[in-house]
């Protein structure tokens, strides 16, 4: 078993236990006892990542699968995750990771970690351009995955997060600060739905997002589960569509998914189609340029399309892509609109 790796962001407390400063819930942790993301434990009076660097799930994706529609369409990603959560999110679709059990983790924490190099070296050994810390929330291990983004910077392979943003102070600046882009989920717009389905709250949520388009060099695009009842009335999506629109900027890709039910909403029904057509409709009424429906096949759903005249500059069928500019006469570059040169907001090259 590799030692555990000692956490940043944390300050000592009173009796031996620490208080941990990773998010917004500042878990204070007696000895031996964990956080609420069950991951970061106090050992011997100081925090440990207990899952530092040890995978749970590895696999290599289309980046649209983040999703990420802005950032090198078309493009490969080594996903990587592992356990835990700092929300607790009633809908959750990975609940098998973010809720694994203290055996689960201690199990894990068992295993040889992963060194941050590694990673960036089987990236760079496979031609696959990024890696992605995903499936379970990578907040709660931010210290190996920024370590593990620097490492993929040295060797040219590029760092993505998705991410629920609820982060904390220097740790929110760490872990954002050395990706290349994130997804981040803005679950809903009102306290209400991140305090009773999340056990959270949304204003730190709303904080990391100005943060990022703020502060930092991470290509942002937002996604937004809309779950039928809970977060999909005509006043909530015309907020949080406004919201978007005039705190990250009009072409800020907003993903607008389909629920479908688990975890402890297992038998609840799904999004229909309709629900996502009207969440569309209020979002482009807010003025966002690049609203995409997610978890459900409508036919230019997933198509990134020119802000100015309207053309197709990214195809999507499910998950594959098929990028346009180059084939019309003028297009001079990436992300510029063949048709009227218009250039695109995102990382294209």
Not at 40 to 52: E, P
Not at 56 to 84: C, I, M, N, Q
Not at 117 to 131: F, K, L
Not at 268 to 289: C, D, N, Q, S
Request: hydrophobic share 40%; proline share 4%; aromatic share 8%.
């Amino acid at each position: 078993m590799d030692e555990l790796k000692e956490a940043r962001f944390w300050t000592a407390g009173e009796g031996g236990s620490v208080r941990c400063g990773v998010c917004p819930h500042g878990c204070v942790v007696e000895e031996g006892r964990r956080g609420r993301c069950g991951v970061r434990g106090n050992v011997g009076g100081r925090m440990r990542s207990l899952v530092w660097g040890r995978a749970a799930a590895v696999a290599v994706d289309p980046v649209e699968k983040k999703p990420l529609y802005h950032f090198l369409p078309g493009g490969r990603v080594l996903s990587v995750g592992t356990l835990g959560c700092n929300l607790s999110c009633r809908f959750c679709q990975n609940d098998g990771l973010s809720r694994a059990s203290a055996e689960e983790v201690e199990a894990l924490a068992g295993e040889r970690a992963l060194e941050p190099e590694e990673v960036a070296a089987a990236a760079r050994g496979r031609g696959v351009p990024m890696v992605a810390f995903t499936y379970n929330e990578p907040a709660v291990w931010a210290e190996w995955a920024a370590e593990t983004a620097a490492a993929c910077r040295e060797v040219g392979v590029r760092s993505v997060a998705v991410t629920n943003g609820y982060v904390a102070g220097k740790a929110r600046e760490a872990f954002f600060g050395a990706m290349d882009a994130a997804n981040v989920d803005l679950k809903a717009f009102s306290e209400g739905f991140y305090r009773k389905q999340c056990g959270a709250r949304l204003g730190p949520v709303l904080e990391t997002l100005e943060w990022i388009r703020r502060e930092s060099r991470c290509w942002l695009e937002v996604t937004t589960l809309v779950i039928p009842g809970l977060n999909d009335s005509d006043g909530e999506l015309e907020a949080l569509s406004g919201w978007v629109a005039e705190k990250l900027g009009a072409e800020t890709p907003l993903h607008l998914s389909a629920f479908y039910g688990a975890c402890e909403m297992a038998g609840a029904a799904p999004t229909p189609v309709g629900t996502l057509l009207r969440a569309r409709r209020i979002a482009a009424g807010a003025g966002l340029k690049h609203v995409y429906l997610g978890n459900v096949r409508v036919e230019g759903g997933g198509d990134t399309r020119c802000a100015g005249c309207g053309a197709v500059l990214v195809e999507r069928e499910g998950f594959g892509a098929r990028v346009r500019w180059g084939e019309g006469e003028g297009a001079a570059a990436a992300g510029r609109c063949p048709v009227c040169g218009r250039r695109c907001g995102g990382v294209w090259e």
